[in-house]
């Protein structure tokens, strides 16, 4: 059992910057971050390949967002740059323990974290 702890969420005003962080208790083949807005479905926001550092975004946080890893430690970050009111949302990381689909396939992360809330005022 993977277990995944998340860290860094937090009140920003516009434009503001935010670094999430995720440790995992042990190294996984696919880390990935994701979001849930109120009232809308969750969503894929980054993810990054641990093995070869590959990494793939959604196209609402491409040029803003960077995800990042330490593999000596299992941990994944998300540097958060150019805020803005969508942003706001839980933040969930999630790790894949086998290679399949898409990055963003919800179904294929076996292991998930409890979330860290990111809001962004105006």
């Known amino acids: 059992q993977v277990q995944l702890v998340e860290s860094g969420g937090g009140s920003v005003q516009v434009g503001g910057s935010l670094r999430l962080s995720c440790a995992a208790s042990?190294?996984?083949?696919?880390m990935g971050w994701f979001r849930q807005a109120p009232g809308k479905e969750r969503e894929g926001v980054a993810a990054i390949a641990s093995a070869a550092g590959s990494t793939y975004y959604a196209d609402s946080v491409k040029g803003r967002f960077t995800i990042s890893q330490d593999n000596t430690k299992n941990t994944v970050y998300l540097q958060m740059n150019g805020l803005k009111p969508e942003d706001t949302a839980m933040y969930y990381c999630a790790a894949r323990v086998m290679f399949g689909g898409r990055w963003s396939h919800q179904d294929d992360y076996k292991y998930w974290g409890q979330g860290t809330q990111v809001t962004v005022s105006s």
């Open positions: 042990e190294y996984t083949i696919i």
